[in-house]
């Protein structure tokens, strides 16, 4: 049966290069699959995935405003289609989420999303925000932090090495580093905004 599945790391922790290999096991059965990614990541090029191994596949590149329910359906009439991969799915828009619960529901094609949880202020991705809430298996992609601790968050990087903490959710020409929830600082850069009080100076008890 066909599902709608979320597979999430931190960076760098091989998302393309799972995408990749799923691509290429449809490919080695027989099977059809369509590679779509977002077009504003043109890093290795406007509509090709690459993985940090040395993979790469050509892909359609998509914008906000595509309708990739129609693009998907078309294909699948022109030649069946047996897979759906997308490729840094925090780029999706909450509409094109909802188009691919019908790829699954209506056309009965399985979709794989591939992507980031959260950006560089630890604040959820559209795409991945409304994917950890539809999509019937979320899977995540294990990573570790300098530290040797478990990696969850994307740290933003600075030219001179120090932690970004300021600016535009999307911006790919920045160096990014998976690192644990305590060393990315959390309470100090998270908008959501949270200072512990100070405790108050506990009483003696007189005997």
């Known amino acids: 049966m066909a599902k709608l599945y979320f597979y999430y790391s931190a960076m760098n922790a091989g998302k393309s290069t799972t995408l990749l290999q799923s691509e290429y096991n449809y490919r080695e059965q027989g099977m059809r699959a369509l590679c779509f990614t977002p077009r504003i990541d043109d890093r290795a090029g406007v509509g090709r995935i690459s993985s940090r191994i040395g993979?790469?596949?050509?892909?359609?590149?998509?914008?906000?405003?595509?309708?990739?329910?129609?693009?998907?359906?078309?294909?699948?009439?022109?030649?069946?289609?047996?897979?759906?991969?997308?490729?840094?799915?925090?780029?999706?828009?909450?509409?094109?989420?909802?188009?691919?619960?019908?790829?699954?529901?209506?056309?009965?094609?399985?979709?794989?999303?591939?992507g980031l949880r959260t950006?560089?202020?630890?604040?959820?991705?559209?795409?991945?925000?409304?994917?950890?809430?539809?999509?019937?298996?979320?899977?995540?992609?294990?990573?570790?932090?300098?530290?040797?601790r478990k990696a969850t968050m994307n740290a933003r990087i600075g030219e001179?090495?120090?932690?970004?903490?300021?600016?535009?959710?999307?911006?790919?020409?920045?160096?990014?580093?998976a690192v644990s929830r305590a060393s990315f600082g959390l309470d100090r850069i998270s908008p959501v905004g949270y200072a512990p009080p100070l405790a108050e100076p506990s009483k003696a008890t007189d005997t």
């Open 160 to 177: 001179d090495g120090s932690q970004v903490v300021q600016g535009n959710q999307i911006d790919i020409g920045h160096h990014y580093e």
């Open 119 to 148: 950006d560089f202020r630890g604040e959820p991705f559209e795409g991945s925000k409304y994917l950890l809430a539809w999509a019937e298996e979320i899977i995540e992609i294990k990573t570790v932090c300098r530290t040797g």
């Open 55 to 114: 993979l790469e596949r050509e892909a359609t590149p998509f914008t906000g405003s595509h309708d990739l329910f129609v693009d998907i359906r078309q294909a699948h009439a022109d030649s069946p289609v047996h897979c759906v991969l997308i490729d840094e799915a925090q780029f999706l828009t909450a509409r094109q989420v909802l188009q691919l619960t019908l790829v699954v529901d209506r056309l009965r094609i399985p979709v794989l999303c591939y």
